[in-house]
C-alpha cells in the first residue's frame, strides 16, 4: 500500500483545449503595405528637383600628350547649365593646342551640347533646394574662349562664299582687268599709273586700244603683266589711244 509524501502537491486537473467562440471576430493578420516607388534622387549639389543623370566632359591638349576630364551626375537644371558652360569653355580656350586634340575637341563641344545641355534643357525650373545652387554664367558663345576661337572660324566661313559672289558679278563685266589686243580701256589714274577699266569701243568712255606688242609704236604705253592674258610674268600688250 503507497502512501502519499507528505509534502506532496497534488496535482492541478488539466485545462480543457479552449476553442474560439463561433462568433469571435477572425484574428488580425499582420498589416503588408505595397512598396511605393523609389525616392526621387535631387540635385546633388542644391538638392533641388527635378534633376537628371548628365555626363559633360572636358578636353585639354598639351602639344603630345592630351587628356579628358569626365564628370557624371545629377543635376538640376541650374547647377547643370553651369557645369557644361564652365567645362565647355574650357575645353574651347585649352582643347587645341594638340596634333590630335585639335580633331577631338570639336567632338567633345558637341557631344555636351547634343547630349548634356540638351537633357538639362527638357528640365523644368528646380524648386526645393537645400543648398545654394551652382551659377551658370554667361552662355557659352558670349564668353570670351568661345570669341576668340569661333570668330576667326566664321569670318573665313563667311569670307568664302562671298569671295565667291564677288568673283561671280566681277568676272567677264567692263570693270574686268584680264585684257586681250582689240579691247578698249579708260585709265581711272594719270600716266605712268595703270588703273585701267574695260569698256565697250563703242563707249564715249573709251580711250585707248589694246594692242599686240609687235604693233606697239613709241607713243604707245605697254601694259603692267597683270592685264595680260595668256603671258604672266611680263608686258605683253600696249595700249594706243583712239
Request: charged share 15%.
Amino acid at each position: 500500500m503507497t502512501f502519499p509524501h507528505p509534502h506532496a502537491q497534488p496535482h492541478p486537473p488539466p485545462h480543457p483545449q479552449q476553442y474560439p467562440h463561433p462568433s469571435a471576430p477572425p484574428p488580425p493578420y499582420p498589416q503588408r503595405y505595397a512598396p511605393g516607388p523609389p525616392p526621387v534622387p535631387g540635385c546633388e549639389a542644391c538638392g533641388a528637383q527635378p534633376a537628371t543623370a548628365v555626363t559633360v566632359r572636358a578636353h585639354q591638349g598639351m602639344v603630345i600628350i592630351m587628356r579628358t576630364v569626365t564628370r557624371r551626375g545629377v543635376l538640376c537644371r541650374t547647377c547643370g547649365l553651369a557645369v557644361y558652360r564652365q567645362m565647355t569653355s574650357d575645353t574651347l580656350l585649352t582643347g587645341w593646342w594638340g596634333l590630335f586634340s585639335f580633331f577631338v575637341t570639336p567632338f567633345v563641344v558637341l557631344g555636351n551640347a547634343f547630349g548634356a545641355r540638351a537633357a538639362l534643357h527638357r528640365l523644368p525650373e528646380p524648386y526645393g533646394a537645400l543648398r545654394p545652387p551652382l551659377h551658370p554664367g554667361r552662355r557659352i558663345l558670349r564668353r570670351a574662349p568661345a570669341m576668340l576661337i569661333l570668330t576667326p572660324i566664321a569670318l573665313v566661313a563667311l569670307a568664302i562664299p562671298t569671295l565667291v559672289v564677288v568673283g561671280l558679278f566681277s568676272g567677264g563685266g567692263e570693270g574686268s582687268v584680264a585684257l586681250s589686243a582689240g579691247d578698249c580701256v579708260r585709265n581711272e589714274a594719270d600716266w605712268p599709273e595703270q588703273q585701267l577699266r574695260k569698256v565697250g569701243c563703242g563707249s564715249p568712255l573709251a580711250e585707248y586700244r589694246v594692242l599686240e606688242e609687235a604693233s606697239c609704236g613709241p607713243r604707245d604705253y605697254l601694259l603692267r603683266a597683270e592685264y595680260t592674258i595668256g603671258a604672266p610674268g611680263r608686258p605683253g600688250f600696249c595700249v594706243t589711244p583712239l
